[in-house]
């Protein structure tokens, strides 16, 4: 792949459960998490519940965006991360499920969120289009000999599409970890690297569940290198730098909103099922005032009001990896019962009543490249189980200049399924 001439996107989730005292491991490369053992014992109509779902993942991934720093440069898949926390919810019970459920659907609770995700990913996920790659995976890494329930493990291929791969983690800790490093690897075409890290997996170990997704797609309309060139892009008012900035003009979906005071701009992919859409404050100090006022209605109406109209555009070509500790956003969210071992409940995931168990670690790590042809986007989470991761020149025209801090979503057009979500502060 010709990584200079597309954008991409990269995400990754980690979830890793131990056995032990108080450690933690990490990852890195796409959303993980983890368990650790411990020494306490712990013992509708479809549509309908279909656009709650749909409705609720949206809502979820503006409030992860909203734990964020947000203070430079940002990049995340929160479906990547939303799809290794559904995975663990799936396992909990008593309290730490409801817990979960709350936050996650904060608003309203579908009929059946295993199905939900399921119908979603069907529809996200199956399509064949010339020009766009779509692809993510989940996977269970269990500690050899470790008693799953099969009703978890069969739900969990099913709805969620993972299998369960049992590795050596007392006696072959560094090669389990170069496995499930190659595994993110290699459904992130080789975006998402060395997620997890040497010395996270130990004998503590007993699950890691991994989700990577990734991204490849070209514009509808694609720009012309040969009017790419320098100009400044202004960080604050009195620091700019030069950037690659991509010129078109063509018709595209824009416009301007005076109530939140900024600029929107639209492009879609091949074959206009996925768009990137992007959000330019008109103060060049906007950009954080704009986020705090931004939702997933506000942001709704934005994208309805956008009209087709002939538009010059100025983006920078970009290249961002971010990488993100979830606990203390999954902490900032109200997720906290599963970071603690005395009061976690995974008792619908194992088999044994006595042994404890909690999330040590929950990782993210994201990669995205906008250029003229394209984008490329990558993520992974892992969450780790272990016993206790300006002038307009034509009055005609709709001139959209990205030269300073703005917000950036890759979303699915049909169901509203925020990706990927960015802000771009500087160079």
Known sequence: ??????????????????????????????????????????????????????????????????????????????????????????????????????????????????????????????????????????????????NLLNTFSTKASTYYGSDVEPLDFVKEAENSRLTINNWISNNTNNR????????????????????????????????????TAQRNFFVRANEQKLVNMMYGKFDAKSGEDLSLDCKVLQLPYQGNQ?????????????????????????FKTLLSSLKTQKTIIRIPKFTMTSEYDLKPVCTALGITEIFDDKIADFSEMFKSDDTRVRV?????????????????????????????????????????????PFLFVIQDDETGAPLFIGRYARP
């Open 192 to 227: 998402i690297q060395n997620m997890i890290p040497k010395g996270v997996l130990n004998a503590n170990t007993v699950l890691v569940l991994t989700n990577a997704i990734y991204f490849k797609g070209k514009w509808e309309k694609e720009f012309n290198t040969k009017d």
């Open 274 to 298: 996925i768009s990137m859409i992007f959000v330019l404050p008109n103060s060049g100090d906007g950009l954080s005032e704009l986020e705090s006022k931004l939702t997933v209605n506000t």
């Open 360 to 404: 040590t670690e929950a990782r993210h790590k994201a990669f995205i490249e906008v250029n003229e042809e394209g984008s490329e986007a990558a993520a992974a989470t892992s969450l780790t189980i272990s016993l206790t991761s300006a002038r307009i020149p034509d009055p005609q025209l709709f001139e959209f200049v990205a030269d300073h």
């Open 1 to 146: 792949m010709n990584t200079s001439s597309m954008a991409s996107q990269v995400n990754g989730s980690n979830i890793i459960f131990e056995e032990g005292f108080a450690n933690f491991s990490s990852l890195v490369n796409s959303s993980d998490i983890v368990f650790e053992e411990g020494f306490t014992n712990f013992s509708s109509p479809v549509n309908r519940s279909n656009i709650v779902f749909e409705e609720g993942i949206a809502n979820f991934s503006n409030s992860l965006y909203s734990k964020l720093d947000r203070t430079g440069n940002e990049f995340l898949s929160p479906y990547s991360i939303t799809s290794a926390l559904l995975l663990l919810m799936l396992g909990t019970g008593k309290t730490t499920n409801k817990q979960m459920k709350s936050v996650i659907f904060e608003y309203e609770e579908p009929d059946d969120i295993d199905l939900g995700y399921q119908l979603l990913n069907e529809k996200l996920f199956t399509r064949t289009t010339s020009g766009v790659t779509l692809a993510m995976a989940n996977r269970l890494y269990s500690r050899k000999g470790l």
